[in-house]
């Protein structure tokens, strides 16, 4: 066999050019990869969507100006303090002095032991007591006191209770003003139980925009005047009670209808 002819380098270096080349776009890219791995992930572009607007409760609008004309029809709804217990006689009651003093066509609807919870002696709430009066669509005022008789039953319920009755009062008596009288110490100062009451039935008068008084807040009775106001055998107000509540009561009405 002949000798194989030796290549010349002239001929070799286009090869070898090639191979050069090829090392060094390799050597490029991978420069550039590790490059670009290195680099942070950029965080995505904000969204330049509006934020949704926040919705806020508008607040209750505060209850109307009371009708205390004289001749105004009038229910004032209770317990035992409403019934006139203790006043002798029972027409000197807080409620029958009111009605009076104000010249007013009233009803007095008093119910001893009762209270939105406690069920009192005839074992009715004011709810149950409340769904036997008779509808008027004529009444013009309808006054709801109470309840010392509650102070030490459970709460957790007594907001929805409240809700119910208030509901059912304007139901039953469409135009009526309405008016809420909170629980009165039989004691002072006042004990957590009717503070509690206090708190939780302002609440829901003024989340139905129904107009509130709070002889706790007021400061009806204090330790200062307690014996005068408060017979202390029956824990109820005595006779000059009667007629000092009745005389808070009518005061506090006027400015709800000034």
Do not use: C
């Not at 070799?12 to 060094?24: D, E, F, H, K, M």
């Not at 490059?35 to 969204?47: I, V």
């Not at 059912?168 to 006042?190: C, E, R, Y």
């Not at 200062?224 to 055998?233: F, G, L, P, S, T």
């Amino acid at each position: 066999m002949g000798k194989k002819k030796k290549r010349s380098a002239k001929k070799l270096w286009p090869y070898i050019g090639l191979g050069i080349l090829a090392v060094v776009t390799m050597a490029v890219v991978g420069f550039v990869l590790m490059k670009d791995q290195s680099q942070p992930t950029a965080a995505p572009a904000a969204s330049s969507a509006p934020a949704s607007p926040k919705v806020t409760k508008a607040a209750p609008a505060p209850p109307a100006k009371i009708d205390l004309a004289p001749g105004t029809k009038t229910i004032i709804f209770g317990d035992s303090w409403t019934a006139g217990y203790t006043a002798n006689p029972l027409s000197k009651g807080y409620a029958f002095s009111t009605i009076e003093a104000l010249q007013l066509d009233g009803d007095v609807q008093g119910g001893p032991g009762t209270g939105y919870l406690n069920p009192g002696q005839a074992g009715t709430t004011f709810s149950q007591r409340f769904a036997t009066l008779p509808a008027d669509p004529e009444l013009d005022l309808l006054i709801i006191q109470g309840s010392v008789n509650d102070q030490n039953a459970d709460k957790s319920t007594l907001g929805a209770v409240v809700d119910k009755l208030i509901a059912d009062a304007k139901a039953k008596f469409p135009t009526a003003d309405l008016v809420i009288l909170g629980p009165a110490p039989s004691d002072a100062p006042a004990n957590p139980g009717i503070i509690q009451l206090d708190d939780i039935i302002r609440n829901r008068a003024k989340l139905a925009s129904v107009h509130y008084i709070s002889p706790l807040a007021e400061e009806w009775i204090t330790t200062a005047n307690e014996e005068q106001v408060i017979d202390q055998k029956t824990q109820h107000p005595s006779n000059d009670g009667h007629a000092y509540l009745a005389s808070k009561l009518v005061d506090s009405l006027k400015k709800l209808a000034a």
